[in-house]
């Protein structure tokens, strides 16, 4: 079954201003920490579908060891440049780790809502 990976971004952006609102009007987190944690995993998740996109060739194109390769140290380049920036982001910013959490669970929520509507969308369609 594939999820649609604009549907994810689209509820994960909902789920992300829910979020805000509650940690705002509950003052039980920092909104703006909720928002970061939000924004690095939409950046995260933005980032693996352009290296999935480079990884998977199309249909046309033959296979090349030089594609997946290139795949490879992009990921791991991606892997250290988030790291390095969330330590940076949490030794330089006056981050909620609360709030950060809850920002970083919205991607995981819109991920299970997407899967779970799209699978009772293909149940619906069937014959």
Excluded at 38 to 62: H, R, Y
Excluded at 99 to 106: E, L, P
Excluded at 121 to 126: C, E, I, Q, R, V
Aim: charged share 10%; proline share 4%; glycine share 10%.
């Amino acid at each position: 079954m594939a999820v649609d990976l604009q549907r994810v971004a689209k509820i994960h952006v909902a789920a992300l201003a829910v979020a805000c609102g509650a940690a705002y009007a509950t003052a039980w987190a920092d909104p703006g920490s909720v928002l970061v944690g939000g924004a690095v995993m939409g950046a995260n998740l933005w980032l693996l579908k352009l290296i999935a996109a480079a990884l998977a060739p199309s249909p046309t194109d033959e296979p090349s060891a030089g594609r997946t390769v290139l795949a490879v140290l992009a990921l791991l380049l991606k892997f250290g440049l988030f790291l390095g920036l969330l330590a940076m982001l949490f030794v330089r910013l006056p981050i909620d780790l609360v709030g950060f959490a809850i920002g970083v669970t919205c991607l995981l929520v819109a991920c299970v809502i997407a899967a779970l509507a799209g699978e009772h969308g293909a149940a619906k369609g069937a014959i």
